[in-house]
Structure formats: structure tokens, C-alpha cells
T-cell receptor, first 111, second 111 residues
Framework: ETGVTQSPTHLIKTRGQQVTLRCSSQ?????VSWYQQALGQGPQFIFQ???????GRGNFPPRFSGLQFPNYSSELNVNALELDDSALYLC??????????FGSGTRLTVV | ELKVEQNPLFLSMQEGKNYTIYCNYS?????LYWYRQDPGKSLESLFV?????AVKQEGRLMASLDTKARLSTLHITAAVHDLSATYFC???????????FGTGTSLTVIP
């Protein structure tokens, strides 16, 4: 069992809508990162949160935003959805030097 | 920008054969991670390589890291069907916990 839980597992949204994805981090892990994985590609870094503050951001537009809560759970919000936002969204929690533990992901389809 | 390249991208091999997957990266890093992904699933951590010359083995898989050559290898010994999956290497951005993933190697083991 991964210890990182994401919800929902699948989601279908219409272009222009907004979506919120949720992640519950593994106990004791105070860093959470979000990745986008388009079909047939490797995951791409969206952003990372450490102790409730954004601690790094990849090459994604501002309509991708996030939150981390005191219990280290996290949300990824995407506004004004585009068709290219269709992907598997992965949440990962981590401790330094030990790499990530990934959640099972949320499959987002934008139609 | 850090680039991580894997080759081959696709690999079809017969059961019982040996093969090596290569991961090259473009910047200095003393760490590298290997992950496995089954179709439609999340990423499973395989190996954490934390120093130059590190070698880790688990079952039929062995990973190594040469930080001077900026190269990691994932060697498959006597492949079995259960190893069929996509394998990713990931390199952390220096001084940060942001990972750059390779393009992935899709491995199919044929009976």
C-alpha cells in the first residue's frame, strides 16, 4: 500500500471548467509534489509544497495552483481547463534523499 | 534545462534474455531514481542510487550510477513476463527536490 491517497481516481470535465484534485500524504512526509503525466510521456513537475508554502514550480501557467494543509494533505486546482490538460495527475510525498512515494493518480479527461 | 534521455524507448525481448536500459542526464547530480509503471497505474519506486558507483540489485533487476559519465543503467537478467512495464529514470534538480523524468522505456517480455 502506497500511503499516498488521491481522489478522485477518474474525472471528466468540460473545457473551460475548473477542477480540484486531492491528495493525502504519507504520514510524516512534509513535502508534497504534483506531477502531470500525459499519455506516453514521463511525468512533468508542476509544483511542490513544503510546510504549506510553494517551494518550487515547473513550467506550468498560473491557472495551475495548489494548497497544502497543516496535516500535509494537498490540493491541485486547475482553472479554465483546456483539452491538453487531459492527463494522469500524480501526487507524491517525500522525505529528503529518499525520493518520492507516489499516489495512484487521478485520470483527468477534458472534453 | 536539465534533460534526461533514456534508450531504448521501446524494448521487446524474449523471456530468459538479458538487456540493459540506459539513462543519460545533462547536469551534475549525485542521485538518481528508477521507477516502474504498469499500464494505467502509478509509479513504483525500484531503486534509489545516492552516490557515484552505487549499485543496487533486486531480483532480476540491477541498477548502477556513474555520476562522472552522467549515466545510469538498469540491467535485466533472464527476463520474465512479469517485468513487462514502462521504466523511468528520474534525476533531481540540484539543491531542490524537483525531479526530471526520462522519456521512459516500454519493455515487453515475450514468452
Amino acid at each position: 500500500e502506497t500511503g499516498v491517497t488521491q481522489s478522485p481516481t477518474h474525472l471528466i470535465k468540460t473545457r473551460g471548467q475548473q477542477v480540484t484534485l486531492r491528495c493525502s500524504s504519507q504520514s510524516g512526509h512534509n513535502t508534497v509534489s504534483w506531477y502531470q503525466q500525459a499519455l506516453g510521456q514521463g511525468p512533468q513537475f508542476i509544483f511542490q509544497y513544503y510546510r504549506e508554502e510553494e517551494n518550487g514550480r515547473g513550467n506550468f501557467p498560473p491557472r495551475f495552483s495548489g494548497l497544502q494543509f497543516p496535516n500535509y494533505s494537498s490540493e491541485l486546482n486547475v482553472n479554465a481547463l483546456e483539452l491538453d490538460d487531459s492527463a494522469l495527475y500524480l501526487c507524491a510525498s517525500s522525505l529528503p534523499r529518499y525520493g518520492y512515494t507516489f499516489g495512484s493518480g487521478t485520470r483527468l479527461t477534458v472534453v | 534545462e536539465l534533460k534526461v534521455e533514456q534508450n531504448p524507448l521501446f524494448l521487446s525481448m524474449q523471456e530468459g534474455k538479458n538487456y540493459t536500459i540506459y539513462c543519460n542526464y545533462s547536469t551534475t547530480s549525485d542521485r538518481l531514481y528508477w521507477y516502474r509503471q504498469d499500464p494505467g497505474k502509478s509509479l513504483e519506486s525500484l531503486f534509489v542510487l545516492l552516490s557515484n558507483g552505487a549499485v543496487k540489485q533486486e531480483g532480476r533487476l540491477m541498477a548502477s550510477l556513474d555520476t562522472k559519465a552522467r549515466l545510469s543503467t538498469l540491467h535485466i537478467t533472464a527476463a520474465v513476463h512479469d517485468l513487462s512495464a514502462t521504466y523511468f529514470c528520474a534525476v533531481p534538480l540540484p539543491l531542490r527536490n524537483q525531479f526530471y523524468f526520462g522519456t521512459g522505456t516500454s519493455l515487453t517480455v515475450i514468452p
